[in-house]
């Protein structure tokens, strides 16, 4: 008795009315769950085709590698290696579970040191925005703030004058006399002043020509500190 889908010995053997074919009972329900056909013969078939066979209970035998003592052991081997490979596994996964630990713990050791700085940043300005409250002066301290106007901007008192008009800020009329009588007097004394006979005329510069040229002094590179004029030597035009 052999099943038609495995061909093996069913544990549930059932037997269907129309082919008379044997299945095991779980492969044939879920194929005509999914198809609603015979496997083998593709004709319409239900559950209520199906007819359970009443069998004693089968005893599977064992494998031809339980035989026999290398059998055993070839299979000792697989299960061994198979074991190996598993505790591998776990190693692997135990060593990135560490990994994450440290790098979780070292982030949270950072986080605890920026906090503590950032606590420490906030007690000293706290403690300096006291000292700076104490250091105001009282008189500070009862001082009005200037009016302000519903527009934002500071109102401005105006003073008003003795013939009624508003004082505008800025100069003065006195400080105005002050400034005229001074420009009066510095015109004057420019138009009273004369050219010197012995400067030389603008003709006289322009024939001028240029005899050697010496650089000034520099801190890299010396040069001249001062010049003078013998009075035999005299400069042609």
């Known amino acids: ?48 085709d199906i007819v359970l066979v009443k069998t004693n209970k089968v005893v599977r035998p064992r494998p031809l590698q339980a035989a026999s003592i290398p059998g055993l052991l070839g299979i000792f081997q697989n299960e061994w290696d198979a074991l190996m490979l598993s505790n591998f596994a776990l190693e692997q996964q135990l060593h990135t579970a560490r990994q994450e630990l440290s790098h979780a713990l070292y982030q949270h050791d950072a986080a605890c040191r920026v906090i503590a700085r950032l606590k420490k940043e906030r007690d000293e300005s706290r403690a300096l925005l006291a000292l700076a409250e104490r250091q105001i002066p009282a008189s500070m301290a009862g001082v009005a703030p200037a009016a302000v106007v519903s527009n934002g901007k500071r109102a401005m008192e105006d003073e008003i004058g003795p013939d009624g008009k508003k004082i505008r800020p800025g100069i003065n009329p006195v400080m105005i006399d002050e400034l005229t009588e001074c420009n009066t007097m510095l015109s004057a004394q420019r138009k009273k002043r004369q050219v010197p006979p012995s400067l030389a005329s603008i003709d006289e510069l322009e024939r001028y020509t240029q005899i050697s040229s010496h650089p000034l002094h520099k801190t890299n590179k010396p040069g001249i500190l001062s010049m003078d004029i013998h009075p035999s030597k005299l400069l042609d035009s």
């Open 1 to 48: 008795m052999i099943c038609a889908i495995s061909g093996e010995v069913p544990d549930e053997p059932v037997v269907s009315k129309r082919s008379g074919l044997l299945f095991e009972r779980r492969l044939i329900e879920r194929y005509i769950e999914d198809h609603g056909k015979c496997p083998v013969t593709k004709e319409e078939l239900s559950m209520d």
